[in-house]
């Protein structure tokens, strides 16, 4: 199992050996810094921490500060802006410190991509749920994109948990699963794959191998 993060950068097409037009996503991913590593005597599980994008260090607390430069950080790891956990059960494969660079992913691999998702703020069910709406017919003018009835007054006499209501949209973690590497640039810390991930662009991601792979 292994890991990276990095922000989208956009969509484009590549062409393939075979002549195909391929859409893909890049991914600035990386460099990424190791620092720190859980394990299952310390903590109870096997974890390590990703830290990703050089910042100030008047743009972090003072704890966020500390935890950077605690004993055993060597000191070529700068002050870093995200933290993130990959889970993981070869954690004695890493050391505090270590540097990882898009080219931990080969091409025509395969790895699950999770992002927040764009934020559509509150929407009705016909956007939120694709619910039909009303007659445009009849003398029905102002119940267009109701949702209509929700339930019934005397059984059960409520809503059920769960009901599609008009509510807030978007901006929810969303993992894209099994998508696949098509370029790997370490020079310039890029990596492509087929396919669309969540988020807008320039949005956080986290890269993990592919739990299914196929």
Do not use: W
Request: contains cysteine.
């Amino acid at each position: 199992m292994k890991g990276i993060l990095g922000r989208k950068v956009g969509m484009t097409q590549l062409l393939t050996e075979k002549g195909e037009v391929v859409p893909v996503t890049v991914i600035e991913a990386g460099p990424c810094y190791v620092t720190q590593i859980k394990t299952v005597e310390s903590d109870g599980y096997a974890a390590i921490q990703l830290g990703f994008e050089q910042t100030r260090q008047r743009r972090l607390t003072k704890g966020q500060i500390g935890h950077l430069k605690r004993r055993g950080m060597p000191r070529e790891v700068p002050l870093l802006r995200v933290l993130r956990e990959v889970r993981l059960r070869n954690v004695e494969d890493y050391h505090l410190g270590q540097k990882i660079m898009a080219d931990i992913f080969n091409t025509h691999e395969r790895v699950d991509v999770q992002g927040i998702s764009k934020g559509r703020g509150f929407q009705g069910g016909v956007k939120r749920y694709g619910f039909r709406g009303g007659p445009r017919t009849h003398g029905q003018s102002d119940r267009l994109r109701a949702p209509g009835a929700s339930s019934s007054g005397t059984t059960p006499g409520r809503l059920y948990k769960g009901k599609r209501m008009a509510g807030h949209m978007g901006n929810v973690p969303v993992t894209i699963a099994n998508l696949r590497v098509v370029l790997v640039d370490p020079e310039r810390n890029l990596l492509a794959v087929r396919g669309a991930v969540p988020g807008p662009r320039g949005g956080l991601l986290l890269i993990t191998e592919a739990r299914k792979q196929g």
